[in-house]
């Protein structure tokens, strides 16, 4: 039985990912079944945030701010970007590992309990599915694998993207400055500078702290990276509720030749604003005690 | 402390509907649940306590056994924000509310729980997780 929950769980996990797990909104919307009840509205003069809507509040908010054939500047990507297709699901099938790659890919496997599950241990982030919780960033671009929501700001030397997942933000420059070829810290967001290649915004960053993932895998584990990884994305708005996304990761330390992830689609949140959500690490020790690591040790109370 | 067992309610319908949308990923892991279908617990308490805050809610109620004697049971849910688009707020419970609760209870045997589903006294619905997707996504 209890192989067969592991199997479910690997299974499920496995299928599940930013595309299933997105609601569906704007453009390509699905049908969506009703809302068993309806949504809590946001305080007068204020605007629910991407994930206090339900699909009908999503729905609603398209007619509302005419988002279907809404006249759009490609040059402008401003707005709160939530839902689509990806990228998340995308962050699979990887080009082969170089020797030190697979080394450490397979350091990012944990342990496994008495059962035969996987506990997830070395997921430092307590995001993997399994894990007991510990708050650590995720860094770029994994945090794009659970996107609750991020808001992209244009001011005339940077970009702004914040993120209501763990809320957190990064800069991305558009003054025309360079990447540092040695930078002088490795942060996990990266260092990240940004131009215009015709309609599509190309960013480039470096300078990343390898403690993080560019996603976790299944049924345990990460993609590595490492302290020379180099990101290239493309950011293109194609209508006035549709921006693409495509990711390249660049790190031949790690991988033999580039990994060009497809394309995906984010969805605008018109109407919508950035709430808070943090990890709060003693708000996770009762559920690590009570839940978690009991599992993980064979320890019932 | 040792709690006692509360009566399992083999909840089939609600838990394949459950399991067939939920969503492995999470903010945390949800693998410390017992998500088997028959191993839905079915409860009768009163709340305590609502914990209305990020990055997860939770209530906390009251059981009381047939020796009188109480036992605290926590409640976990989603982020505040998610439990908004459910329809349920940080006033929908306070203390002293008789509710049946309906959860996957924590695999480590402890007072702990991911819940589903809640009932007023009298039948009304204030919050059913059980056939909405991403119930797991945090």
Partial sequence: ?301 | MRTPRPSTVAFAGVAVAFLLGAAASAHHSRAGYDNTPDKLVTQNGVVSNVLWRNPHVFVIWDVKDSNGSVAKWTGEFSSPTTMISEGMSRDTFKPGDPITVTFMPAKAGTPYGLVIKIVRPGGKVVVDLSQRRNLLEQ
């Avoid at chain 1, 590595?224 to 180099?230: A, G, I, T, V, W």
């Fill in chain 1, 1 to 301: 039985m209890r192989y067969r929950m592991s199997v479910f769980l690997v299974a499920l996990a496995a299928v599940v990912s930013f595309p299933a797990t997105a609601p569906a909104q704007g453009q390509g919307q699905t049908a969506a079944k009703p809302a068993v009840v309806p949504s809590v509205p946001a305080p007068p003069g204020w605007s629910a945030c991407p994930r206090c809507q339900n699909d009908q509040d999503r729905r609603e908010a398209n007619v509302r701010h005419k988002v279907e054939g809404h006249a759009f500047s490609p040059r402008d990507l401003s707005g709160i970007w939530y839902g689509g297709n990806g990228p998340a699901g995308l962050f699979k099938n990887p080009p082969p590992f170089t020797p030190l790659g697979k080394d450490q890919f397979e350091a990012t496997i944990g342990e496994k309990n008495a059962a035969g599950e996987y506990l997830h241990t070395k997921d430092t982030s307590g995001e993997g599915g399994g894990a007991q919780v510990n708050c650590d960033p995720r860094g770029w671009p994994r945090l794009a694998t659970a996107n609750y929501g991020f808001e992209l700001i244009m001011l005339p030397d940077r970009v702004l993207q914040f993120f209501e997942q763990t809320h957190t933000w990064r800069t991305i420059w558009t003054d025309g400055r360079k990447l540092p070829d040695n930078p002088p810290e490795l942060r996990w967001m990266g260092w990240n500078v940004g131009r215009w290649e015709g309609n599509t915004f190309v960013v480039e960053s470096n300078g990343y702290d390898d403690r993080s993932w560019i996603s976790d895998t299944q049924p345990d584990g990460g993609w590595p990276h490492s302290d020379e990884m180099r990101v290239v994305e493309r950011w293109r708005r194609v209508n006035y509720g549709t921006l693409e996304f495509q990711l390249t990761v660049i790190d031949p330390k790690i991988y033999t030749k580039p990994w060009v992830m497809p394309a995906a689609r984010i969805n605008l949140a018109p109407g919508t604003e950035i709430w808070e959500y943090f990890c709060v690490p003693s708000d996770f020790i009762k559920f690590n005690n009570e839940v978690y690591l009991p599992v993980a040790t064979g320890e019932k109370k």
